[in-house]
């Protein structure tokens, strides 16, 4: 296997760390999103998107999208198990990662954060504003849910992590680098060291990959 990756990306970060709790390590390729690599012929011929992560199988297939490529993963090595055997957890765990992968980080990611500042002529300031903003719409509602719902317990879901969690921690880590204060997000920051006491999550962090600059 081989991963098209970039150590700041969130999206592979999720990959990462889904691999790196199946005890998988595949070939790396490493996609320089500042440098606008993503756009480059041999990268696009690949994966149209233009987006990383994208991964290619021992088949040859290329799979792309964060959520599929870790639904595949969970599919042919399906332990551990990274979604709950029980169609209602599965629904919940699958709707906390998407009101992460579809809700917030997609506002947050580098093209469109390129076209406030390029096209549209934001300032660093506003750019900045925009991101924090809907981060904290975003993880604000989360940490409701999370707070409140019964089906929490150390991770998102339960005692073990899994996919909620696996969405949950590269998106702090986002958030971070645009000093959002995540005071107000107790049991998200409980949840964030939960995981990152394992070393499949640490060892999935931006700054311990080979590209990291
Ligand atoms: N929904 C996609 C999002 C992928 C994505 O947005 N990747 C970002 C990095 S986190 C990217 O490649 N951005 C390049 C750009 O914006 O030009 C997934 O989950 O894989």
Not at 12 to 21: E, P, S
Not at 43 to 68: E, F, I, K, R
Not at 148 to 168: K, Q
Request: proline fraction near 8%; hydrophobic fraction near 40%; charged fraction near 20%.
């Amino acid at each position: 296997m081989k991963l098209y990756d970039y150590f700041r990306s969130s999206a592979a970060y999720r990959v990462r760390i889904a691999l790196n709790l199946k005890g998988l390590a595949p070939e790396r390729a490493f996609v320089h999103l500042r440098r606008g690599a993503q756009r480059g012929d041999d990268y696009l011929a690949l994966n149209p998107q233009g987006l990383v992560p994208s991964l290619v199988t021992d088949g040859g297939d290329v799979l792309t999208q964060s959520l599929a490529i870790i639904e595949w993963l969970d599919e042919t090595q399906p332990r551990p198990p990274l979604l709950p055997p029980d169609p209602a957890g599965r629904a919940r765990v699958r709707s906390l990662a998407l009101a992460i992968a579809c809700d917030i980080h997609p506002l947050n990611n580098l093209r469109v954060l390129n076209y406030l500042t390029g096209t549209l002529g934001a300032t660093e300031a506003q750019k900045n504003g925009w991101y924090r903003y809907w981060c904290d719409v975003g993880l604000e509602a989360l940490e409701t849910r999370l707070a409140r719902e019964a089906a929490t317990g150390s991770f998102c879901h339960g005692d073990v992590p899994g996919l909620a969690d696996i969405c949950l921690v590269p998106q702090l880590a986002n958030a971070r680098r645009v000093d959002l204060d995540l005071a107000p997000y107790p049991t998200l920051l409980r949840i964030e060291a939960a995981c990152n006491a394992l070393p499949a999550f640490a060892d999935a962090g931006p700054a311990r990959q080979p590209d990291a600059e």
